[in-house]
């Protein structure tokens, strides 16, 4: 089953920045927007950014905006958010996962997802 995989997470500080990345050999990715999400203990799992398949829309949910930054390469089929300024509520696994249709924050409009990367901010 084709599916992405995520890396960089780990255990930050308040304040500290970290740099996931996203691997999609096995896409196309310009067909693709791809999307991250986050899911913390107890909870749903949420919208944190999206990027277009071009890279010339990239959304973000209010809570990471100015502090997260989503791009792309597709010739090196990969993705990246680059998060700053981290919280400890920011603490969660992050999915990456790709979407044939527009941007979202619908779970259900993502067809392929990755296992997840583990960050937590915590001094």
């Known amino acids: 089953q084709l599916h992405p995989v995520e890396s960089g997470g780990g255990l930050v500080q308040p304040g500290g920045s970290l740099r996931l990345s996203c691997a999609a050999s096995e896409f196309t990715l310009d067909y693709y927007d791809m999307g991250w999400f986050r899911q913390a203990p107890g909870k749903e799992r949420e919208g944190v950014s999206c990027i277009s398949s071009s890279g010339r829309s990239t959304y973000y949910a209010d809570s990471v905006k100015g502090r997260f930054t989503i791009s792309r390469d597709n010739a090196k089929k990969t993705v990246s958010l680059q998060m700053n300024s981290l919280k400890p509520e920011d603490t969660a696994v992050y999915y990456c996962?790709?979407?044939?249709?527009?941007?979202?924050?619908?779970?259900?409009?993502?067809?392929?997802w990755g296992q997840g990367t583990q960050v937590t901010v915590s001094s």
């Open positions: 996962a790709l979407t044939l249709a527009p941007c979202s924050w619908d779970v259900n409009d993502y067809k392929y």
